[in-house]
């Protein structure tokens, strides 16, 4: 039972599951080595595949382990895989809300929300810059994501509306385009 | 508790091309108003910061606060449903669809379109959090740290919060008269 993939998978990713800050960017280049290099339970183009297949697909990318964890071993794989990695931390944030809930802070708690509240906004546009200036969709990126703050900004329009704009406006480029002819 | 599933697993599923928090701040404190803005930046900063995927911390921080200790997990279970179905599904159809250049296209906008929705909220909520210079200036130190010069998050987002949470207990006198 101890050499079973699942119990592998724990042990593999509950330890990561503690350093998964920020996003869980922090943990990748750990989870290819552990689970490509060291177990085997993937090729690196399967990897690559898997990275790619998260970021697309809606939720955390953090689900990439749930991924992984079907390929080494089916669906007990996957739930041990995702259990290992989301329950820890859960447990954790469970306890500092309850904590600041049960004003465990007492009378600071509004000035530590205060002071938080600027570095939160500040990680917020820290975040949308990166990807802005990474992701290589050009000038029509920054047209579709400055129209959609425009429509959110001004109206009270459900998000969906520029989400399937900006696909649509993305799909209509490609059809206007010399190269899909 | 049947509109905590309904609108986390709403949330959830419709989360493409990230800017999850951009969507539980329009659903949950500008359309539903179940929480303040201010509670949510806390928690916003919190979720960051903690081990964890941001999206399942704050629907904790969320959840906890509608119906405690059920509401938490019920929020954090309705987040993750959708997508680890889908992304199960996505996996099995992968090869066929990998290069398929409308697909990359897609994924493109929709992600264009997500950025605007993370940075509404962060122009909205600035105004909020920014309620002097000195946390305006804290604010502007954290993206340039973070999102230009591309430092750690954790060191950063820490030593930062840590000033302006020193500044908020000792020396911010506003709320006083």
Redesign the interface.
Known sequence: MKDSVWWQLLRVFLPL????????QSILADIQRETVSVHHWLTDAQFV??F???R????????IV??IG?QAGGIAG?VAA?AAI?V???I???V???L??MNAFGR?RD??????????????????????TT???GV???I??????M???TT?VH??L??A???????G??LLSPL?A | MRDVWRVFGTIGISSFGGGLSGWMFREIVERLRWISPEEFLAGLALARTMPGPNVVNLAIWIGYRLRRTRGAIVAAFAVLAGPLVLILILATVYERIKHSITVHQLLMGVTAAALGLSLSVGIKSFQAAARSPFYATMAVLTFIGVGVLHQPLLPIACTLAAVSVAWAFFLDRSDER
């Open positions: 599951s503690f350093l998964t800050i920020g996003g869980g595949d898997d790619a297949i998260s697309a697909s809606a939720g955390p990318n953090t689900l749930t991924l079907w996957a995702t989301f820890p931390p859960a954790l944030f469970y500092l809300t309850r600041w809930r600071w000035r530590l929300a205060r002071g938080l509240a600027p570095v939160s906004v500040g990680l917020v546009f820290a975040g949308t810059y990166s990807v802005l992701e290589g969709g029509l990126s920054w579709v994501t400055a129209a959609s703050v429509l959110l900004m009270k998000p969906l520029p989400l704009g900006g696909a649509l406006i993305f799909l480029k490609l899909s």
